[in-house]
């Protein structure tokens, strides 16, 4: 074991030896960098975050509102409001619900981006589906397939997210008190 970390410790030091004898030049962090090149990187970087955190809020939205609809419909019929169901949209986006007599649409639409973001459930029969998902410009009929609703034709399906589980460990502290 010690000849293996001696190895390894001179073979390190050989390697940095080596790199200032070519004089190699070594660059400080992305962040500490200067120029109109650093500049674009870090922007795009940006973009690509804001619109990541985007598509995550409006996922988590499209899933509350498709349990809230499927729970709404066994309680009497789809809602066409957002406030019913005690949902809101983010404030960088457009939501807009359509509802029909046995289907329910929310389209949201950011104010940054080409993506938009529709959810849509569904009764066939007594059997409400839902789906989520994600494209560009108006999304096109939405189609069954099998048990479920299927995204229009270019979009892509978005996962939802069920609700959170609650843990079935006991509550710490004492249940009852024995006399």
Do not use: H, K, N
């Not at 299927?150 to 843990?167: D, F, I, K, N």
Request: with cysteine.
């Amino acid at each position: 074991m010690p000849i293996a970390l001696r190895w390894s410790v001179v073979s390190l030091l050989s390697l940095l030896g080596l790199a200032g004898l070519t004089q190699l030049p070594l660059s400080p962090p992305l962040a500490s960098r200067t120029g109109a090149a650093t500049d674009r990187v870090l922007a795009d970087l940006a973009s690509q975050e804001a619109a990541q955190d985007g598509r995550e809020r409006a996922a988590q939205l499209l899933s509350r509102f498709v349990g809230a609809e499927m729970t709404r419909y066994y309680w009497g019929g789809f809602s066409g409001y957002l406030d019913v169901l005690g949902l809101e949209p983010p404030e960088d986006m457009q939501a807009v619900v359509r509802e029909e007599p046995d289907a329910v649409q929310l389209l949201l639409t950011p104010q940054e981006g080409a993506d938009r973001y529709v959810a849509r459930v569904a009764a066939q029969g007594t059997v409400p589906r839902g789906v989520a998902c994600r494209g560009r410009g108006t999304p096109g009929p939405f189609r069954w397939s099998g048990d479920g609703l299927t995204c229009p034709v270019g979009w892509e399906p978005l996962a939802l997210q069920g609700p959170p589980q609650r843990s079935s460990e006991a509550p710490a502290g004492p249940l009852m008190q024995q006399s």
